[in-house]
């Protein structure tokens, strides 16, 4: 199995900027991917930002493209998202993502992770 615990979330004022960490524990080694996601309530989960286990690719939503950056690393088994230039319509719950390949008693099954949230405020 994989845990993850998110750390990072607070108040921020507009264009300022904010540090996500995501600590990674468990079956590591299952993981293909992992990414960032937000939520605000009453919307689904989006994707913000997600990477390979490798760290060969990443991939970002359009409204965060040149403001956010996702980076892994491995050695110290964490997922991090540097924020900057932060508007006021970021503010949202952020979720670390894990998708993994599930154990052969699990029939080798995708699986998907998701930490407990943190959140993020902006606001002057």
């Known amino acids: 199995q994989v845990q993850l615990v998110e750390s990072g979330g607070g108040l921020v004022q507009p264009g300022g900027s904010l540090r996500l960490s995501c600590l990674v524990s468990?079956?590591?080694?299952?993981?293909?991917?992992m990414g960032w996601y937000r939520q605000t309530p009453g919307n689904q989960r989006e994707l913000v930002a997600d990477?390979?286990?490798?760290?060969?690719?990443?991939n970002y939503a359009d409204y965060v493209k040149g403001r956010f950056t996702i980076s892994r690393d491995s050695a110290k088994n964490i997922l991090d998202l540097d924020m900057n230039s932060l508007k006021p319509e970021d503010p949202a719950t952020y979720y670390c993502?894990?998708?993994?390949?599930?154990?052969?008693?699990?029939?080798?099954?995708?699986?998907?992770?998701w930490g407990q949230g943190t959140v993020v405020t902006v606001s002057s």
């Open positions: 468990g079956n590591i080694a299952s993981i293909y991917t």
């Open positions: 993502n894990a998708k993994a390949v599930g154990t052969e008693a699990q029939a080798y099954s995708k699986l998907e992770v």
């Open positions: 990477i390979t286990s490798i760290g060969d690719s990443t």
